[in-house]
């Protein structure tokens, strides 16, 4: 098979689940909660980053797509995606994490398609290249969850960061159609430094991006054993979801859920009992975690600009991060590591080496009362 049918195959019982939500505080003002990340072109391409995510999934979703996101954003969600249908969009009336999120999309795939039907969850709002590799992975992953599995794609690790989890690789799965495929022994959440550099010198370890693939029904079976209300209350809203009764039952059950990461929930005990398996994935990936990251993506050298160029002058600041509107002209003297973002209402100017800390700045404004700034 060539690299473009294994990119545009759609695979036949495959769902794409994608969770849009979360703020990108760390992008601020760039990202808002009324408009995060997600929704926002962060590489130029002129695709948002959901739209990109949708581009990407939906050649290979032979069961179609599904994007779960918060009330407030559903509306904006479906006018990005016209080719998803609206009743596809699940809107949550709070955020109640990665869990409850993902396994709405699990439950609904359940009662609409049976317990076999394999969804496949990918973030709204990150960043990929290598179509060909990624279409790759998702198929074995696929397959492991065929196999009965949790599948997770491992990103190979490029430096030993302390802002990702990491997944430990073992024995290979030994599914046919799964050859690169490895059981997952455990997760590690963030390590420090010392700990993610002798990770990446065992040549064991991967970076977890939160890529899940698995039947509906062996996901919901595995919290119906770890957080039995949950199972249950995902599958209740998923029963009522097509019907007169949705908004009664998400009112009456949703609240209730309990608030977890996937990879607490599931992940992390089901690896613990064999159940997990780790796909390589060597493709590009980036999450946008911060501005240093967007630097990245925009240019590995040189000036960076998102938005109209024409409108920013760098004097003794060539590797200056700047974002604009173009609605003001500016300028960035003498600061070469400087990110300067520029929206009508709010100025963010810092350093990319504190990139990472830009949340401090929502936190202070929100501790202000300024909500209308975040």
Not at 192 to 210: H, K, M, P, Q
Request: charge should be negative.
């Amino acid at each position: 098979m060539v690299a473009d049918e294994r990119t545009s195959t759609p695979i036949e019982g495959f769902h794409a689940v994608i969770p849009a939500g979360g703020a990108g505080t760390r992008l601020w003002p760039l990202s808002r909660s009324s408009r995060p990340k997600f929704l926002l072109d962060l590489t130029g391409s002129g695709r948002t980053l959901l739209q990109a995510t949708v581009d990407r999934l939906a050649p290979l979703a032979g069961g179609g797509v599904l994007v779960v996101t918060g009330a407030r954003h559903a509306d904006a969600v479906r006018a990005q995606l016209p080719e998803v249908a609206p009743g596809d969009v699940l809107p949550e009336p709070s955020p109640r994490d990665s869990m409850a999120a993902i396994g709405l999309a699990a439950a609904l795939l359940e009662h609409r398609h049976g317990p076999h039907a394999v969804l496949g969850s990918f973030a709204a709002d990150h960043v990929i290249s290598g179509s060909g590799e990624f279409a790759r992975a998702v198929r074995e992953g696929v397959a492991a969850a065929r196999a009965g599995y949790v599948a997770v794609i491992g990103i190979a690790a490029r430096r030993p960061s302390t802002a990702f989890g990491y997944i430990h690789a073992g024995a290979p799965l030994g599914v046919a159609d799964a050859p690169s495929a490895r059981h997952a022994i455990a997760f590690t959440e963030k390590p420090d430094a010392e700990t993610a550099a002798a990770y990446l010198a065992t040549g064991e370890y991967r970076w977890n991006a939160g890529m899940f693939l698995v039947q509906a029904g062996v996901l919901l079976d595995h919290l119906a054993r770890q957080l039995p209300p949950l199972a249950a209350g995902v599958r209740r809203i998923a029963a009522a979801w097509d019907g007169p009764g949705r908004h009664d039952e998400l009112g009456a059950t949703w609240p209730g859920l309990t608030r977890i990461a996937i990879d607490h929930a599931i992940a992390e005990p089901v690896a613990a009992a064999g159940g997990v398996a780790v796909v390589p994935g060597e493709f590009g990936w980036d999450d946008i975690g911060d501005f240093a990251s967007l630097a990245g993506l925009l240019g590995s050298s040189g000036a960076q600009t998102l938005g109209d160029d024409d409108a920013v002058l760098r004097i003794a600041a060539d590797d200056a991060l700047v974002v604009t509107s173009g609605r003001r002209a500016v300028t960035v003297l003498g600061i070469p590591d400087a990110v300067v973002v520029d929206t009508p209402d709010a100025t963010l100017v810092t350093t990319r080496a504190h990139a990472q800390a830009v949340k401090s700045a929502v936190d202070a404004w929100r501790d202000r009362g300024r909500d209308d700034l975040l």
